[in-house]
């Protein structure tokens, strides 16, 4: 296709404004697929996704549209993911296009992750259509939403396209649009291979599939290709594009988007936003911005029911063959014995393989407190990457600690900001702006990643009724008084319940968690007494009361079912418990006790 006829495009939108219903209506009214081959939700493959609702792996799909002018286009649509965890997948793709369509719901408007969507695809140079979605509820009001996208955003919306992604209206419209407004992409024939390495996923018949946007040159079936982040060597067996089910085509030229498959066998051997060039002649050039995947949050994976061990490791290998993003060692703590200290782009990533081990391999998991990586400076001048508290060097050695830090975007309705700016000062929070978009405010606060890792996401909803939204990104390391707290069970320290807490709010959150695992724990024959320390010095305690009579006493011998109900849910309650020394420590205790309420 020449290139003045190729438009290349993503839809920016929040979760739930009507991203995949879109996609699939340009689909449909383009004939693309059929109507009856038309499943729900075509672009969000993956089960997990579907009921979450959100979309993970960036889908394409290629659409031939003849336009009103008579002329004959295709339209590239790649899809994005709709996460702050995969920030970086996003930023790669809007390099891969030259256009968005910025979909806003318009019975809400714009939200949070609205906006960090938006900003990624301002920095791409994009061409930006404003589309305001599901005109067909009556709580839909355009002019606000249009108001609104030019304050918050700073793009004129006065020609914003008004659709309903459930009745069909607008789409034609927007397809004009997309012809119309949206820029040609630009590209040198005769110049050699240049292409971008958008995704990659495994497939259980042809191996590792690789979407590309080839910026310049030709990609060809039979060709051989070099990867530069690594100058690794791939003979290409299939070039084709997605429509959205697969067709081979014999090449892809300037502009365009598609697959390549060339025999590689891990999702690990391709990077996103690598640049793919011929192996011989090929270009000097790598595109800019290439980054490798880094893990953010960290926690142990280990097996409820030991015996697992294996079939654990199993599925790790497994899950990790297609996830490039995620990483993983084995571990052995005292407490939970073998399991995997993982690395994560952040907690939903944390919570989809967390996920698919439980359903997909059908195996118990005790999951420790998610911790963020620290800077640990020692006094001879060496630096140690701490992945987790229970390596924690001696603290005498140490000279200090720094902690990772982010810039968080929170939009709110007005009646609920005090609670938000309550719960950022709680987090340790350095607000940076307030600025209200009509009853909205929007806050942006400084605050450290550990204290937004593990709850800060549920607080935040629960405070504002799940009116919040929420946007973040990494901004670097900064010095703070960190420590390592220990919890000590019947005397005995539990390496897996470790944190590292700001010295300022040890005694608080050492009390906290004491006092949450008397409640979690339950009562032994004998006394338990339950600490938390720092270094060797205990800074809370609460002592769990011995069990006098068995469970079943208060029964007066009477109901037998009750007293065989009342051991079976001894016995159910056992399962899922792991012995500390002499205790039982039930498996959610290890979450539970850091959360803070
Ligand atoms: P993620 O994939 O989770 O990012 O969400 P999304 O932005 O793709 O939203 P999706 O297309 O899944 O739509 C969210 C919900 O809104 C679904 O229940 C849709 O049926 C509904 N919806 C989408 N467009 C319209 C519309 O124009 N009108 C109405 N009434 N509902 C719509």
């Not at 009507?18 to 993956?46: F, H, P, Y």
């Not at 012809?179 to 992409?185: G, N, S």
């Not at 609670?419 to 702006?433: A, F, P, S």
């Not at 270094?535 to 009477?558: P, Q």
């Amino acid at each position: 296709t020449d290139l003045a006829h190729i438009r290349n495009f993503s839809i920016v939108a929040h979760i739930d404004h009507g991203k995949s219903t879109l996609a699939d209506r340009l689909i449909q009214e383009t004939g693309t697929v059929k109507d009856r081959d038309m499943k729900e939700q075509l672009l969000d493959s993956m089960d997990i996704e579907r009921e979450r609702g959100i979309t993970i792996k960036a889908n394409t799909v290629r659409i031939d549209y003849t336009a009103d002018n008579g002329e004959k286009y295709v339209l590239n649509l790649i899809d994005t993911p709709g996460h702050v965890d995969f920030a970086y997948e996003v930023s790669r793709s809007m390099r891969a296009v030259e256009g968005s369509l910025l979909v806003v719901d318009s019975t809400q408007g714009v939200e949070a992750q609205t906006l960090a969507n938006v900003y990624q695809a301002i920095d791409a140079d994009h061409e930006i259509v404003p589309v305001l979605n599901k005109i067909d509820l009556p709580a839909s009001d355009c002019d606000r939403v249009a108001e609104q996208i030019e304050d918050v955003i700073g793009i004129d919306a006065t020609d914003a396209i008004q659709v309903s992604a459930k009745t069909g209206q607008g789409i034609h419209e927007t397809l004009e649009a997309i012809v119309k407004q949206l820029p040609a992409p630009l590209g040198n024939l005769d110049a050699p291979l240049k292409a971008m390495l958008v995704d990659s996923w495994y497939d259980a018949y042809l191996g590792v599939i690789v979407l590309v946007r080839i910026m310049d040159g030709t990609l060809k079936k039979g060709m051989r290709i070099k990867f530069m982040s690594n100058n690794t060597l791939h003979h290409v067996d299939r070039v084709g594009v997605f429509r959205p089910e697969m067709e081979m085509v014999d090449s892809l030229g300037p502009g365009e988007i598609g697959f390549l498959t060339a025999s590689i066998k891990q999702v690990r051997d391709t990077r996103v936003g690598d640049t793919i060039t011929n192996d011989r002649n090929g270009t000097e050039e790598a595109l800019t911005g290439f980054k490798p995947a880094q893990p953010v949050v960290f926690c142990g994976l280990f097996p409820v029911d030991s015996s697992e061990f294996e079939d654990l490791r199993d599925a790790i290998d497994k899950l990790a063959l297609n996830d490039a993003s995620f990483s993983f060692e084995m571990e052995t703590s005292a407490a939970l014995g073998f399991g995997f200290r993982c690395g994560f782009l952040g907690l939903l990533h944390l919570e989809v393989i967390r996920d698919r081990i439980e359903r997909e391999y059908d195996i118990e998991l005790i999951t420790t407190a998610p911790s963020v990586i620290y800077n640990v400076y020692m006094k001879d001048g060496e630096m140690i990457e701490l992945h987790n508290p229970a390596d924690m060097p001696d603290p005498s050695k140490v000279d200090h600690i720094e902690e990772p830090r982010i810039k968080a975007t929170i939009l709110v309705p007005d009646e609920y900001l005090g609670d938000v700016l309550k719960l950022c000062q709680d987090r340790r929070g350095i607000q940076l702006d307030l600025t209200y978009a009509g009853s909205r405010a929007m806050v942006v606060y400084d605050l450290p990643l550990n204290e937004v890792v593990f709850d800060f996401y549920d607080r935040l909803k629960s405070v504002t009724k799940g009116y919040a939204s929420f946007d973040y990104q990494m901004t670097g390391y900064t010095e703070d008084n960190l420590v390592k707290m220990s919890v000590l069970v019947n005397d005995e320290p539990v390496d897996a319940l470790s944190t590292m807490v700001h010295r300022d709010r040890a005694e608080m959150r050492g009390r906290a968690m004491c006092e949450k695992l008397k409640d979690l724990i339950p009562r032994h024959m004998f006394k338990i007494p339950i600490q938390a320390a720092i270094g060797g010095k205990v800074i809370a305690r609460e002592t769990l009361s011995a069990l006098r009579k068995d469970v079943t006493a208060k029964c007066y011998g009477g109901d037998a079912t009750r007293k065989r109900k009342l051991l079976d849910k001894q016995k159910a309650g056992k399962k899922k418990m792991r012995q500390f020394g002499k205790v039982d420590i039930p498996q959610e205790a290890f979450i539970s006790a850091l959360k803070m309420d």
